[in-house]
């Protein structure tokens, strides 16, 4: 049974930085597609940047030239920087990996890290 655990998410003043962590145990197949979404209150979940295992990356508009994503294929694990957070940025964000080499993975999900940008 494929889990994914985030960790990392807080409270944080503008301007601030954050690094979050997605940790992936018990999948049979490589997750070759992996990402975070995020779900601000009343807001449908978006993509915020994603990552394959054949080097593709992708980050939102929103997003660029403040977060970054990585991945350590040794230790399972992907991981999304944050600097120069905004107040917009708070919300639930959520891991998500994928079988396919997708910037879109949707398979499986993790439960999701609150991160709030507030003063």
């Known amino acids: 049974q494929v889990q994914l655990v985030e960790s990392g998410g807080g409270l944080v003043q503008p301007g601030g930085s954050l690094r979050l962590t997605c940790s992936v145990s018990?999948?049979?197949?490589?997750?070759?597609?992996m990402g975070w979404s995020r779900q601000a209150p009343g807001k449908q979940r978006e993509l915020v940047a994603a990552i394959t295992s054949g080097g593709r990356s992708y980050v939102a508009d929103s997003a660029k030239d403040r977060f970054s994503i990585s991945k350590d294929v040794a230790q399972s694990t992907m991981y999304l920087q944050m600097q120069n957070l905004k107040p917009e940025d708070t919300g639930v964000y959520y891991c998500s990996g994928d079988t396919e080499y997708t910037l879109r993975p949707a398979e499986f999900w993790g439960q999701g890290t609150q991160v709030t940008v507030s003063s």
């Open positions: 018990g999948s049979r197949f490589a997750i070759n597609g």
